[in-house]
Structure formats: C-alpha cells, structure tokens
C-alpha cells in the first residue's frame, strides 16, 4: 500500500488564538515495501507527520492518500478506523500503554476488538511471541513484571497483532540500552524483509537511517526540505549540516578515508558501528 502525502499542511489549535502551524506545503511519498527514515531536529514537524500517516490527524490543508483512501480536511473520521488496521504506529515508550493483566491478553486486545475470534486473537499473540523473541511462559504473566525491554516488545507485538501491512515507529529504541537498541532495530530489520512490512521510522539515529533505511525524508520547520537514498541525503553533508543534521559515525569515516586515498570509495556499503 502506497502512502503519499500532497502539499500537506497543519495547524494545531485552528482558528484558536493558540494556532500554530506544524506542517507546510509537505510533498512525501512512501511505496510499498520500502524503509523510510524521516529525520529532523525536534519540533520539525516528525510526529506530527507521522500522525496523518493512518489518520489519526486530519491535513488542515492538502491530501494524505492511504492506499486508495483519499483524506483531507473535510474527510469523516468514521471512514477511517479500517486504515488504523492496515497502518500500525508504535509510539514512543509503547509500553505506557500496556494494561491487560496478562501479556496473551493484551496482544489479543486489538484484534478482538476488531472481530477476530478468541482462538485467533490467542493464536496470533503466541505466534508474536515467538517471533519477538520472548519466552514462551511470558504468555501468562503480568506485563507489569517484565523488564523494560520486555515489555516493549509485548507492546510491538500489540500493534502488529492487526496485521498491519505498513508499520510506523516513532523513536522505537527511546530510552533502552545500547543492546536493546540493536536487538530492536535488527527484528524491525527482519519483519521489513521477511514480512514485506513497508517500514517507517522517525528516529534521531543518522546511523540507524543511513543502515537500515532506503529512503530518508528530511523534515526541517514544518517542511520536508529533502529526501532521496540514503547515499543522496548524506551525500550532501553542507544541506544537512544547514538543518543541524550531522552525517552517520559511519558515513563520516569512509568519506574520510576517501579524503585520504584522494578517490571516491565505490557506494557507501556501510561499516560496522560500535
Ligand atoms: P517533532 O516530532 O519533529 O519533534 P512535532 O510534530 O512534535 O515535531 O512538532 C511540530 C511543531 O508543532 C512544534 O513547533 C511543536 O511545538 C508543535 N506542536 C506539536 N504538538 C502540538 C500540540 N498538541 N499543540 C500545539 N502545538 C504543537
């Protein structure tokens, strides 16, 4: 499912005296199948984009087409709980939101709310279990007595219960060691490929746009002021550093290195991070 964003903008707080525009003139296209990266400092509009993405946001002006589903400001929200099933967001710290008193029951939460049945909706969560590499006889303990860790991958396994088709994550590994980061981002890594999951990330990590993505959107005040393959964006590091972005550890060393030997290396196959 193709997701593309027209000329959007937002305003928060319309026609209030606390109007404050989020999103201007935003042009986005994401294709199915793909692995966006949207960077961007803090307040440049990332969340507030990624919102629009299943129609949790409305665009104040432009189109957000989903699939074939085309919504603007005037669209009825009623239509839309049927592109929440199919656009799964992982906010930030999902396991916030965790409150069933056993972790089966709360990955069965969703889909039972949409109609699929008990056997189903179990037979999912201990299918996503295993697949997000907890213990099997976590099924029947609080979610409340896991580690952090834990627990945010009982909280992924809630989103991607619905099945979705695209998953959006925002700052998935805020918050966790520098392992947990890996171990998340590799079976994000691994969905993307093995479930043909069309992968959207809002991340602070050059390093973890430039490794896993291939396509970087880079949000600047509200407007998407570049985009392109990872090797396009970091390519032109004078741009980037115009909207206070640096180049990936990674991406820095090989252009060094192509200082050095005074020719250009061939691509950016990036190296190994500590
Ligand atoms: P980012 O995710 O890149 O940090 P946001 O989308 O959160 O950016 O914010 C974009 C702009 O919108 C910022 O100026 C922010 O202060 C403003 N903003 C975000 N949420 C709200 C809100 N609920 N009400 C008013 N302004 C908001």
Redesign the pocket.
């Known amino acids: 499912m193709d997701i593309s964003l027209q000329q959007v903008g937002y305003l928060?707080?319309k026609d209030t005296p606390?109007e404050?525009?989020?999103?201007q003139a935003v042009d986005v296209t994401i294709h199915s199948g793909s692995y966006t990266a949207i960077i961007?400092?803090?307040?440049?509009?990332?969340?507030?984009?990624l919102m629009h993405l299943n129609g949790l946001l409305k665009p104040s002006e432009g189109v957000v087409q989903i699939g074939d589903a085309k919504i603007s400001a005037g669209t009825k929200t009623k239509g839309l709980k049927a592109i929440r099933r199919h656009v799964g967001i992982v906010f930030q710290f999902p396991e916030h939101q965790l409150f069933e008193e056993t972790v089966e029951k709360d990955i069965m939460f969703g889909p039972m709310n949409f109609g699929v049945s008990e056997e189903e909706s179990r037979r999912r969560a201990h299918e996503l279990i295993g697949l997000l590499g907890l213990p099997a006889d976590v099924a029947l303990k609080s979610p409340f007595d896991l580690s952090g860790g834990q627990m945010r991958r009982v909280a992924i396994a809630g989103v991607l219960a619905f099945k979705p088709s695209v998953l959006v994550l925002d700052e998935p590994t805020a918050g966790l060691d520098p392992r947990g980061r890996k171990e998340i981002m590799e079976l994000f890594h691994q969905l993307h490929i093995e479930e043909n999951l069309t992968t959207i990330l809002?991340t602070h990590s050059m390093e973890d746009a430039a490794r896993y993505a291939d396509n970087v959107v880079v949000?600047h005040d509200?407007s998407s002021v570049m985009s392109g393959t990872p090797e396009e964006v970091f390519g032109n590091e004078e741009k980037l550093s115009s909207y206070r972005l640096g180049l990936p550890r990674s991406v820095k060393f090989q252009r060094d290195i192509e200082k050095m030997i005074g020719r250009a290396l061939p691509g950016l196959a990036l190296t190994e991070e500590q």
């Open positions: 928060y707080g606390f404050k525009r989020a999103l961007g400092h803090t307040g440049s509009g990332k969340s507030t984009l809002v949000m509200g």
